[in-house]
């Protein structure tokens, strides 16, 4: 399915025009898959049902794949080199997409530095 469209107002507005400063792109996956080989990025797939963000630890270059809240990473999880999920304790089974990449960003960018 299609996601959020990152130019539209509302995501402008909610991103604080952070999406001025930063690379975006829309891609279909095996652009991105090959993109991604040819500037040596890890490509990670953030979903539920895996424990740990390990997976976004070890990567310098990180393209990052939320999952969608209901269905997981669909046809963009064969372009996933790993897999990493935040721990969810007790009966909580995800969180929204946006929260869920957002933390996942956040703890990659306190990785250690080469």
Same mark, same amino acid.
């Given at each position: ?12 507005r ?20 090959? $993109? ?9 797939? %953030?979903? !539920?049902? @895996?424990? #740990?963000?390990? /997976? &976004?630890? =070890? ?15 669909g ?8 897999? $990493? ?9 995800? %969180?929204? !997409?946006? @929260?869920? #990449?957002?933390? /996942? &960003?956040f =703890? ?7």
């Amino acid at each position: 399915g299609v996601g959020a469209d990152p130019y539209h107002p509302k995501v402008v507005r909610g991103a604080m025009g952070a999406s001025f400063r930063l690379k975006l792109a829309v891609a279909e996956p095996a652009d991105l898959a090959a $993109a991604a080989r040819a500037a040596g990025v890890s490509v990670v797939g %953030l979903r !539920a049902g @895996v424990d #740990g963000l390990e /997976a &976004l630890r =070890e990567a310098e270059k990180l393209a990052l794949v939320v999952g969608h809240e209901r269905h997981g990473l669909g046809r963009w999880e064969a372009v996933c080199a790993r897999r $990493a999920g935040i721990l969810m304790p007790g009966k909580a089974e995800s %969180l929204n !997409a946006a @929260v869920a #990449g957002s933390i /996942a &960003l956040f =703890e990659w960018s306190r990785r250690p530095r080469a």
